[in-house]
């Protein structure tokens, strides 16, 4: 036959040889396919797959990264029956698979505290220089220039009662009045005004009657007034009962509370 047809009979030869090839080159590819379903490599190349964590499905992927990833998962055979679509962001506190992807944590400032009211500081503490000028309650209250009130309600309408020298000084100046006025010597009253040999100034005022004239020395202690202000009554100034006003200048007022 190979005589009768030469060119039949290598026709033939040729065809059984490319089958054969062919069944062996599909023999090695299935044997690849086989390789890689139990986990192996292929070609020698070391691909590691990350899984991201369930709950990190559940956002949608970032696109700006989806091309890259998607491109590099193409190239080394993987994740074309997967579609990143579906995926979030592979992000588990610590180091994430794509670069910025971590939540960034910035500090919460402290909001402010809003600074303690204080009272007005009007000078140096002279704690222990200055006695308690009269008898009464304290209202503790500053009030007009680093001045308090001590009260004693209706008391001066019946009895006088003594206003002390806070400190020895020399008197500086007195501003008797007989008016009746709220706003006799601008509110005051009668009123009057020692200098203490440290600088320092006291006022008292609202006095039903003055006991010193200005130029006298006066001791701590001594009696340089009796307490006034009672309304419509001559001297009480702008007071609403029976008080004295003290003032200091100069120092911080000892007696606000």
């Not at 899984?51 to 994740?79: D, M, R, Y």
């Not at 006799?184 to 009668?190: E, K, R, S, T």
């Not at 200098?195 to 100034?201: E, F, I």
Request: charged fraction near 10%.
């Amino acid at each position: 036959m190979t005589a009768k047809h030469p060119m039949g009979a290598s026709l033939i030869i040729i065809s059984i040889v490319i089958l054969g090839f062919n069944l062996v080159n599909s023999a090695a590819f299935i044997g690849k396919l086989a390789a890689l379903n139990n986990d192996a490599t292929a070609g020698g190349e070391v691909t590691e797959i990350v899984s991201a964590p369930e709950s990190a499905k559940e956002a949608s992927f970032p696109q700006s990264a989806l091309g890259v990833l998607t491109a590099n998962a193409s190239s080394a055979g993987i994740f074309e029956d997967s579609p990143l679509d579906d995926w979030g962001p592979l992000m588990t506190g610590g180091n994430s698979l794509l670069q910025n992807q971590n939540p960034v944590t910035m500090p919460t400032p402290e909001p402010k505290k809003p600074a303690p009211k204080s009272a007005p500081y009007y000078g140096p503490s002279l704690s222990g220089y200055f006695i308690f000028p009269t008898t009464g309650y304290n209202q503790g209250r500053l009030h007009s220039y680093n001045a308090i009130d001590i009260s004693r309600g209706d008391d001066c309408l019946y009895e006088d009662i003594p206003v002390f020298a806070a400190a020895s000084g020399v008197i500086t100046a007195t501003y008797p009045t007989q008016s009746a006025a709220r706003w006799a010597n601008n509110g005051y009253g009668n009123y009057f005004i020692i200098l203490h040999p440290n600088g320092v100034t006291t006022l008292y005022s609202h006095l039903k009657t003055i006991l010193v004239n200005a130029g006298q020395y006066v001791y701590q202690g001594s009696i340089v007034a009796f307490m006034g202000g009672y309304p419509r009554t001559p001297g009480a100034g702008n007071s609403t009962g029976c008080h004295l006003h003290f003032g200091v200048r100069g120092a911080a007022q000892p007696f606000a509370r």
